[in-house]
């Protein structure tokens, strides 16, 4: 009895403090933390009617980290991962996916098309080109990049067997000496130097409509290549790319071609990290973990794939994404950055960025001929499938993972030392604050509640921070050492984010770093199409308060003399000073007192109907009328009463 008098006790303390809160999914963390800040649990329900018991695990697998998820195969059985979700009695803690807008490629390929209206920033400089391949205009546009890609891919290959065949020839003068000659070799398909400019043609008219040079070109003039010219030309570029075939170029191309290339680089910023087979990733826009991605190289049989199944088309839910042809390497081993980013509100849009993160490597070396996922896709829902090869590097790890210190140790290593912190961290974050501007509008915001994200990476050979995508659920599973230590680390600090601070707004908030908060926007409300000012006499004047030089309004400016021009009227509401018509006191009529505009002024002016043509804020007007002897009121008017002027 007194164990269950005590915990009636407690439960009503946590109530009275609004300390109730519901977990839908099994993380221990979570539960534990709560629990130790006084929290009560209410049992979720399952739809049947029974209780979802919480998983029974022991209090050190709690504090190591969260354990659902730790088996892929459970996951695959739902199509849609649930996220977390924390609720408290009255919203005061709610952890929810806000709008999924994230967790779809799609969402975050339109998004970031409108950066320009939120930011002086080009989305091309960290996002690789995305294409929704359910859309005609999209794929349209799609079907003219890789084109393009490929004729500039030409340019870079002409320049590269220069520089090789320079390199070739000096190693024969410093080898010299008789030689058996090689066996005959199958005769290789040589491409002759018109494919070379029909590539530099289509890269030089690429900048002129860059350059907007083509406004007064006739619509019906031809392209430098059609349709069927394209076609012709990728049958080509596969042969030279794909099946060996020799590429002969004259020497005046060889210069031309690295005079575009340098043009193309001012205003194409992927140009470096496409590399030069133009590879693509195929993706679906709703899923997680790698499932359904596929990297392509052949434009047929991308828009095959696609078009040949219906479903993959509904709702326009596939991308094709720009794949990173020459990433940063560790160990010539391909890798990416799993990034955690808070948002605590959407209106003002604050963003909190972890310090702490990690890297997943895949399990097999790095090659552009070798298009397996098990090469390019560094996900650990895909890797801890596969054995490592016998071919990596032994510094590698076995579990293929890295922390982030980890990894800067490496940085330093390598010979770049600063690159950590002056060139991927800002760029990481910048990415993240862009994304989130451009999808502000479009997550239903909701007060008194947050997301956690897990924001990929992938870098470039400079250490340029590339976001290949933002997931709105991003696992908390122990899978590894790195993880159990850092997914435990960042439940625990988005607690502290999210109800420590609110009682104290310096505590401590671990490895967060609040990097954004939007200044507050109000939004104005709409008043109508009319303009409607009222006033009432504050008090009978008294001849003696008042000069016959001046009058003495409860708002200057507003009553002028006849003939005494305009008056600015000065409403704190609007942010622009308008100037409206002045007004003049006309003789009274019976007892109503009139006010007339003298005439119509200022930018937006009103009609000869009287009705206006701008939206105005109501605003009340207070005015003490002077004695004058123009005009002569019964006493009856000088009584406190609600006069109304409808424009």
Request: net charge neutral; charged share 25%.
């Amino acid at each position: 009895m007194g164990r269950l008098r005590n915990a009636k006790i407690y439960v009503e303390r946590a109530v009275k403090q609004k300390k109730i809160f519901m977990i839908q999914g099994r993380y221990p963390v979570i539960r534990f933390l709560l629990r130790k800040r006084g929290w009560v649990e209410k049992k979720m329900v399952h739809p049947s009617g029974t209780t979802i018991p919480p998983p029974q695990k022991h209090l050190d697998s709690t504090v190591m980290g969260d354990s659902d998820t730790t088996e892929d195969e459970d996951q695959d059985e739902d199509e849609e991962f649930q996220p977390p979700q924390l609720f408290s009695s009255d919203d005061v803690l709610e952890y929810d996916d806000l709008d999924g807008t994230h967790a779809l490629m799609v969402g975050l390929c339109l998004n970031l098309r409108n950066l320009p209206w939120f930011d002086e920033a080009d989305a091309d400089s960290f996002f690789p080109r995305c294409y929704r391949l359910g859309a005609e205009d999209d794929k349209k546009a799609f079907i003219e990049d890789f084109w393009l890609t490929a004729a500039r891919n030409v340019l870079k290959l002409v320049v590269k067997s220069e520089w090789k065949s320079y390199s070739i020839q000096e190693k024969e003068e410093e080898a010299p000496g008789d030689k058996q000659p090689k066996k005959q070799e199958k005769k290789l398909v040589m491409v002759s130097p018109e494919f070379v400019d029909e590539a530099l043609c289509a890269c030089e008219e690429h900048l002129s409509n860059l350059a907007h040079l083509d406004i007064d070109r006739d619509l019906e003039a031809p392209l430098s290549l059609s349709p069927e010219g394209w076609s012709l030309f990728l049958q080509r570029y596969y042969q030279v790319v794909h099946e060996g075939a020799k590429l002969k170029h004259l020497d005046a191309q060889v210069q031309r071609c690295e005079d575009i290339l340098q043009q193309l680089r001012a205003v194409v910023p992927q140009i470096d990290m496409e590399g030069d087979r133009n590879i693509w990733i195929v993706k679906p826009g709703a899923k997680s973990r790698g499932r359904g991605i596929m990297c392509m190289d052949h434009l047929e049989e991308m828009l095959k794939l696609v078009d040949g199944n219906p479903m993959m088309m509904k709702d326009g839910k596939w991308v094709v994404q720009k794949y990173i042809e020459r990433p940063l390497l560790i160990f010539g081993t391909k890798f990416d950055l799993r990034q955690w980013f808070l948002v605590t509100d959407w209106n003002p849009l604050t963003v909190w960025f972890y310090r702490d993160s990690y890297i997943r490597f895949s399990t097999q070396p790095f090659s552009l001929k070798n298009l397996d996922n098990s090469v390019h896709l560094c996900n650990n829902s895909i890797q801890k499938h596969l054995e490592n090869s016998c071919h990596r590097h032994p510094m590698l790890p076995s579990d293929n993972m890295w922390s982030s210190q980890k990894f800067q140790a490496h940085l330093q290593e390598m010979g770049a030392p600063d690159a950590w912190s002056t060139v991927i961290v800002p760029g990481m974050k910048a990415a993240v604050i862009h994304a989130l501007q451009t999808s502000q509008d479009t997550v239903q915001c909701r007060k008194a509640s947050f997301e956690l994200y897990g924001a990929d990476f992938v870098f470039g050979e400079n250490f340029q921070p590339w976001l290949i995508e933002i997931n709105a659920s991003p696992t908390m599973a122990p899978s590894t050492s790195v993880t159990a230590r850092l997914c435990a680390g960042v439940q625990a600090d988005t607690l502290r984010v999210v109800i420590d601070r609110r009682l104290d707004r310096n505590c401590d908030t671990g490895a967060f770093e609040l990097i954004y908060k939007q200044p507050a926007v109000e939004v104005p409300q709409y008043v109508g199409i009319q303009l409607l000012v009222e006033g009432s006499p504050i008090k009978k004047p008294m001849a003696m308060c008042h000069r016959r030089t001046g009058i003495r309004t409860a708002l200057p400016h507003l009553l002028t003399q006849r003939g005494s021009g305009e008056a600015p009227y000065h409403f704190p509401s609007l942010h622009t000073k308008a100037r409206l018509p002045s007004l003049h006191v006309l003789r009274s009529q019976g007892q109503v007192l009139r006010l007339q505009h003298s005439k119509l002024v200022g930018s937006k002016a009103l009609l000869t109907t009287g009705k206006a043509l701008m939206m105005l804020p109501t605003a009340k007007v207070l005015i003490s009328l002077p004695p004058s002897p123009e005009l002569k009121q019964a006493p009856a008017i000088l009584k406190p009463r609600k006069v109304g002027l409808k424009l």
